[in-house]
C-alpha cells in the first residue's frame, strides 16, 4: 500500500478525533473518568482553538514573508490582544446575551480582506497590508469561533454546533471532489484552483443540504436552523478554499505547513473553516432578530 496514503489516512483519523474530542463532552468525560473532575470541555475547545490560532498565524506570518520593519513586532502582539478580547467573553458566557456594533465591524473588514486579496493584490506586497490581512485573516475568525457553542457554568453540557460545522464542511469538500472528479467539466477557478469545477460545487451544495436537514431533524436543541446553515456552507466553503489558494499563489507557497502529515498545515486543513466561521456567526445574529 502506498505510504504517502498511509500517512495521510492515519493523520486525518487522529486530526478528527482531535477535533470531535474537543468540540464535543466526550473529550471532557474522557479526560475525567481517568482523573475526576480534571477539566471542563469549555477549556478543552478554548485550547483547540488556541493552538490552531497560534499554529495558523505562524503560518501566515511565513507565508507572506514580513521584512525586517516594524510590523513584523506588532502582528502577535495585535493577535494577542484581539483573541483575549474575544477570550473575555467567553468565559464570561457574554456571546449568548449580548450584540456589539463592533462584531458587524469586525465582520466586514473580513469581506474587504477577501477583496484586497482578489481586487488589490499588490496591496499585501507591503508590509503594512501584511500585517491587517494576518490579523483579520487568521485572529478574528478564530476568535469568532468561541461564541459558536454554548455551555454552562452549572452543568456538563455543551453544545454541539462546532462538531456539526466540521461536519457540514469536511462533507462539502469531500462531495465537491468527487462530484468535481466523476462528472467535472466546467472550471470554476483555473487559474486559482484548477480542480475546482462548477459541478463538483453544485454536488456539494445538493449533499451538504441533505446532510444539513437530517442535522436540523435530529438535533433540535442546535441554535438557528440547520437548512439555512447548510447552504451557508455550501455557498462558502470552496470560498475559503479559493481565499487560501490565492494567497499561496500570490506569495509562491505550495502547502502553508507541514504540521498534519500528508494534509499541509493549519490554514490548508481550515481554510474553509476560516470563512465559514464568521457567515455562520453572523447568520446566528441575525436570526436572532427574524
Not at 500500500?1 to 486525518?12: A, E, H, P, V, Y
Not at 482531535?18 to 479526560?31: D, N, Q, S, V, Y
Not at 480582506?113 to 478564530?142: C, H, Q, R, W
Request: net charge positive.
Amino acid at each position: 500500500m502506498d505510504k504517502n496514503l498511509i500517512q495521510r489516512t492515519l493523520s486525518g483519523i487522529v486530526y478528527v478525533a482531535i477535533i470531535i474530542l474537543c468540540t464535543t463532552p466526550f473529550g471532557a468525560k474522557l479526560i475525567n473518568s481517568i482523573s475526576p473532575d480534571l477539566v471542563k470541555q469549555e477549556y478543552l475547545y478554548y485550547g483547540l482553538i488556541t493552538l490552531l490560532l497560534a499554529i495558523g498565524s505562524w503560518e501566515c506570518f511565513k507565508i507572506m514573508k514580513f521584512g525586517d520593519g516594524y510590523e513584523r513586532w506588532v502582528v502577535l502582539p495585535l493577535i494577542i490582544i484581539i483573541f483575549y478580547i474575544f477570550s473575555k467573553r467567553y468565559f464570561h458566557f457574554d456571546f449568548f446575551f449580548d450584540f456589539r456594533i463592533s462584531e458587524i465591524l469586525a465582520l466586514l473588514l473580513i469581506l474587504i480582506a477577501m477583496v484586497t486579496l482578489f481586487k488589490y493584490p499588490n496591496e499585501l506586497y507591503y508590509d503594512s497590508g501584511k500585517l491587517i490581512f494576518t490579523v483579520i485573516y487568521v485572529a478574528l475568525p478564530f476568535s469568532f469561533a468561541l461564541g459558536l457553542p454554548k455551555f454552562s457554568r452549572f452543568d456538563d453540557r455543551f453544545s454541539l454546533e462546532v462538531l456539526f460545522l466540521f461536519f457540514l464542511i469536511w462533507s462539502s469538500d469531500t462531495f465537491a471532489y468527487l462530484t468535481g472528479k466523476f462528472f467535472g467539466k466546467h472550471k470554476m477557478a483555473p487559474k486559482i484552483s484548477p480542480k475546482k469545477t462548477w459541478e463538483g460545487y453544485i454536488g456539494g451544495v445538493v449533499l451538504t443540504l441533505i446532510l444539513s436537514y437530517f442535522i436540523e431533524h435530529y438535533q433540535p436543541d442546535l441554535r438557528g436552523n440547520w437548512i439555512i446553515v447548510g447552504f451557508l456552507v455550501a455557498a462558502f466553503a470552496p470560498a475559503g478554499d479559493l481565499v487560501e489558494s490565492q494567497l499561496k499563489r500570490n506569495f509562491g507557497v505550495k502547502d502553508s505547513g507541514n504540521i498534519i502529515p500528508g494534509h499541509g498545515g493549519v490554514l490548508d486543513r481550515l481554510d474553509s473553516f476560516l470563512i465559514c466561521v464568521p457567515v455562520v456567526y453572523l447568520y446566528f445574529i441575525l436570526e436572532k432578530f427574524i
